[in-house]
């Protein structure tokens, strides 16, 4: 976004005067602007962190940063929905997580290397932060580093969810727990419509998430089709016709 940085006075004086004001941030249109690192800083502190990096962009499918390498910068997502993800040798992979607007990824690093990968499921616009500098300046702002906090607790306290998913749902409950929490992400960041629901997942990403295998997904999304709960359009979009139930069904009670 673009704005000139000139007004004109209209005070009383020969002529016009020239006032600067701040250009305007891209935090101004972003809903990460509410959420954990940039939630406590003003507009002077927002431009020191953006002047740590900048904002960069992904293609559906990119690789954002990868496993082993060693880190350089982390984002905070602006656009678009992020996999977080770890493969193993044999080429299996698990998305630990998905990352929304708002959500920062590529933080967690093993002996100066990112831990995990990221990889962009749709177009991805965010902000780069150069690690070692946002350490620097975290030390400076106790305010920014108890919100850094606060988004790693966040991040832990979904990662405990998914592993109790995975380790005692049934797959058909495990599809439905997703379907229902993708909702209600995507809804609370404004990524899509809530109506239908674009996944911007393929099965095999739903697979990879779920623990399960691209037969055992399609199975579950049937019989939840099947049980009047969910509906398919012919472009691949979720209906979800009854919340409750889907809830349920996933073992969300709340």
């Known amino acids: 976004m673009v704005r000139d940085d000139t007004i004109f006075s209209t005070s ?8 600067k004001v701040a250009p305007c941030l891209p935090c101004d249109s972003c809903i990460g602007r509410t959420l954990n690192l940039c939630r406590p800083l003003d507009d002077a502190r927002l431009r020191h962190l953006l002047s740590l990096g900048g904002v ?7 690789t954002m940063f990868r496993a082993g390498d060693p880190i350089g910068a982390f984002f905070k997502i602006r656009k678009g929905i992020v ?8 080429g299996r992979r ?5 990352r929304a607007p708002g959500d920062c990824v590529g933080y967690l690093d ?3 290397c990112y831990a995990f990968e990221g990889e962009a499921l749709t177009d991805v616009e965010a902000c780069a932060f150069d690690r070692r500098k946002f350490d620097i300046y975290v030390t400076q702002h106790p305010d920014l580093a108890a919100a850094l906090v606060e988004a790693l607790s966040g991040a832990l306290k979904q990662s405990g ?15 439905a727990h997703f379907l229902a929490e993708i909702s209600a992400l995507y809804a609370e960041r404004h990524v899509s419509a809530v109506q239908p629901l674009v996944l911007h997942m393929g099965r095999q990403e739903i697979a990879d998430y779920l623990g399960l295998t691209i037969e055992t997904v399609s199975r579950a999304i049937g019989k939840l089709k099947s049980r009047n709960i969910i509906a398919l359009v ?21």
Do not use: C, F, Y
């Open 12 to 19: 009383p004086g020969p002529g016009l005067q020239k006032l």
């Open 56 to 62: 960069r962009h992904w293609k559906k499918h990119e």
């Open 83 to 90: 996999a977080v993800s770890h493969t193993l040798d044999d």
């Open 94 to 98: 698990q998305i630990t997580a998905l």
């Open 110 to 112: 093993r002996n100066g």
């Open 161 to 175: 969810m998914l592993s109790m998913v995975l380790g005692q749902l049934r797959s058909t409950e495990r599809v």
């Open 234 to 254: 012919e472009t691949g979009e979720v209906v979800i016709l009854d919340a409750r139930r889907l809830r349920e069904a996933g073992m969300l009670t709340a």
